[in-house]
């Protein structure tokens, strides 16, 4: 159940705090926003409305254009769970796009990140 409060909440709040995770460790917000566009097919501009239209998480992932196949690649805890191991679609994307933020604010290059 307490499943349903991550999806419903808007992403719009939580953007500014991987903002802000980010910066406090000496990152960018244009990085942040080249894992999110990397993770989901999203471009700057659709971004901006998803953000400007308080859209959920749960559609933030769902109406991705473009999951990218490589996330399948991205191990490791998150909230202390495997993130290759939990089996909800939606909520495995959550925590794919809270472990690449947690890799780029712990000062892993983006190309790692990214996995290319």
Not at 6 to 22: D, G, H, Q, R, T
Not at 78 to 94: H, P, S, Y
Request: proline share 3%; hydrophobic share 40%; with cysteine.
């Amino acid at each position: 159940m307490q499943n349903h409060k991550i999806y419903n909440m808007a992403f719009a709040k939580v953007y500014p705090l991987y903002i802000n995770k980010a910066q406090r460790k000496g990152r960018s917000k244009a990085e942040v926003d080249r894992i999110i566009f990397w993770l989901t097919g999203y471009s700057e501009e659709q971004l901006l409305t998803l953000l400007a239209n308080d859209t959920d998480f749960e559609t933030f992932f769902k109406q991705a254009p473009q999951l990218n196949p490589a996330r399948k690649l991205i191990k490791g805890v998150i909230c202390g769970v495997r993130v290759e191991e939990i089996t909800q679609t939606t909520m495995q994307d959550i925590r794919y796009l809270d472990k690449l933020i947690d890799e780029l604010a712990k000062g892993k290059t983006l190309g790692k990140i990214l996995r290319v």
